[in-house]
């Protein structure tokens, strides 16, 4: 039985109520007693209207449903588009578009204003991580290219000759070659080349290089080179800045490295993950009052700059802290160039739909309901922000230095609950004396209600807009539930193909571009979910770039480092203000309903055209329950929300739970339209556990489903993500998964 205290007309569980009370508080400054009011008035006043958004949306579902049935298949061009769009503007699922949807924030780091580059997620449960984000500002390329495949192992190029651990010269030669070959693309030479360079110094404030030949040179635009460190002769470090991001040239001749390079060379650091997403949502398992209070102190230790971590590492233990900001000496010799030293962090807070049991509240009826989360999450992680926010400008560990506090807001339905969220954080800057609209959003265009109307969702958090992203697992799980009685879903693979898709991608990056974001906000784009395919992201994460997004994900520090170098291609400050022109040469209507028409196309075949042979349909459902069971068994087992999972062909995808909405949805879709039957499902799940028990037989905490159907909890839990999937609410796995988490906790 949890213990409870009872504050007004809220009931907080223990654990939540020691971390406000005797560290957030004390923290903060904020006095208990007014933080205590505050947050009841907001429970009661805000709680009722968040119950009645989700309402909206089961109506509109419902309303959605009844178009479905009476006319399946795909929605169809020309007259019965027309019909289509009417009869969703009458159900409130399309609003018009505001006249005024320009973003008028204000405050925002250069970070997500001015600059292009990478932008880690991590979930902030585990320290570790959190740690190693905030420091994934800057990253060694050398190790980057040395340790992944992004250098191709063949010519007897692996990373260690004898298959052990040792260096292999040959690797590093390329290694090298490559960073000298990104320097010659980014910092290029009045003459010749950075290639077999013999030496950099600092000279009358000017950079020399003595190339290959023994010649002297300069760069060609003496501007790039911003700053040194150590010897002007013998510069120890020099830093380049390109397209506004920074290359830092480590020299150092006493390493293993430098002493073979013919400049002592031992190092390029890239500016990285310029941004971080602490994530509270799709990648945690965070159930209870316990788990929400480990995600609430590691984002109060990150803003104070006190988190730390025991990391052991090649055979030792060491503390790992919070990097401190760079510094180097001008060119001219006189004054510094203070760079900083970490990532810039958001803290993704839950969507509108779950409620939690950390704290109950009385409602207007006299029972006792479970908090929205995402009105706690709202209370907590902005009241922990003001550590950072009282900082002095001198202080060596702050985040914003603009004055602001970051929150990503994810699974929002429509204009009314990104207005609802404006609304709520409003609520909690007045109660703890926080200037208005100091709460900076992002905006997850992750739902097609969301998509259809961007610009008035923008419009509704105008002050706060700092950042737009598009997200293709969830957006397509929503595509899912939303038609899923229009008819059979495509193969997910085909579905990547879909004119809605394609729509979906251009549509955030010009309507972020029509509302002002250039210069103000983050236009980002989805997740490489694949960290040990580094050669394959190079190759294909240019496109994120090329598109006009100033950021896109990625789940490593080293996948920042390598994904910068595409910020280093693209100059995509430069590439928006021409999008800007083009989109605002375009008739405005003319493009909007092009673009709606595209956009609202569902991913569906006709029921005569769901003829796909038996091999290919029990392919799909293998490789849907394996994922679904994959990730589940380490959810509901051990309450990780996050990890490496493999998939069907063992390749290591990083999953969360947008991955089980597209499987589980895309599996309850065939079941409703007979593709495939449940029986046909059953025996693919029961088949696929023990393919996942044998992809986790080196896990001495994993506990096996096959044979165990019936006493399995991590089982059933992914069963009824599927057998349930048609009745889950947008087609949401929350619900489920805390159930079942719940339970293992009890018991």
Sequence with gaps: MTERTAIHNLQVASPLLSFINDQMLPATGVEPAKFWKGFNDIVGDLAPKNIALLAERDRIQTAMDAWHTANPGPVGEGKAMKEYKKYLSQIGYLVPEPKNAQATTANVDAELAKLAGPQLVVPILNARYALNAANARWGSLYDALYGTDAISEADGCGKSPDGGTGYNPLRGAKV????????????????????????????????????????????????????????????ASVLFV????????????????????????????????????????????????????????????????????????????????????????KPAGKGTVKLHGRSLMFVRNVGHLMTNPAILYKAADGSMKEIPEGILDAMITVTCALVDLQKKSSHPLRNSR?????????????????????????????????????????????????????????????????????????????????????GPVMRKGDIKN?????????????????????????????MWAMPDLMADMLKAKIGHPMAGANTAWVPSPTAATLHAMHYHQVDVPALQKQMEKAVAKQDAKELRETT???LLQFPVVAQDAANWSEEDKQKELDNNAQGILGYVVRWVDQGVGCSKVPDINGVGLMEDRATLRISSQHMANWMQHGVVTEAQVQATMERMAAVVDAQNAGDAAYQPMAGHFDTSAAYQAACDLVFKGKAQPSGYTEPLLHAWRLKVKAA
């Design 176 to 235: 090298i070659d490559y960073c000298r070959n990104v320097l010659d693309r980014t910092a290029p030479l009045k003459t010749g080349s950075h290639v077999g360079s013999k030496g950099y110094a600092v000279k009358s404030g000017k950079l020399v290089v003595t190339l290959a030949n023994g010649k002297n040179t300069t760069l060609a635009d003496a501007k790039q080179f911003v700053g040194y460190t150590g010897d002007v002769k013998a510069p």
């Design 498 to 526: 879909s004119t809605w898709l394609g729509a979906y991608e251009k549509n955030n990056v010009n309507v972020g571009l029509a509302c002002g974001l250039r210069g103000r906000a983050q236009i980002g784009k989805g």
């Design 242 to 329: 390109h397209n506004g991001i920074h290359l830092d040239l480590q020299i150092n001749k006493t390493t293993p490295i430098g002493m073979t390079d013919p400049a002592g060379v031992s190092d390029l650091i890239a500016e990285s993950a310029l941004s971080t997403i602490l994530d509270l949502e799709d990648s945690v398992a965070a159930v209870d009052a316990e788990d929400k209070v480990l995600a609430y102190k590691n984002w109060l230790g990150i803003l104070q700059g006190t988190l730390s971590e025991e990391v052991q590492k090649g055979g030792k233990t060491f503390t790992r802290t919070m990097n401190g900001d760079r510094e180097y000496t």
């Design 402 to 486: 603009t004055g602001s506090v970051y929150i990503v807001k994810p699974k929002m339905h429509g204009s009314k609950e990104v207005a609802f969220a404006d609304e709520l954080f409003g609520r909690v800057e007045k109660v703890i004396g926080m200037k208005p609209s100091t709460v900076k959003l992002g905006i997850m265009d992750e739902e097609r209600r969301t998509s259809a109307n961007l610009k008035a969702c923008i419009a509704a958090a105008k002050s706060r807009v700092a950042f737009i992203n598009t997200g293709f697992l969830d957006r397509t799980g929503d595509e899912m539930h939303t038609c899923m009685l229009a």
């Design 596 to 598: 709606l028409n595209a």
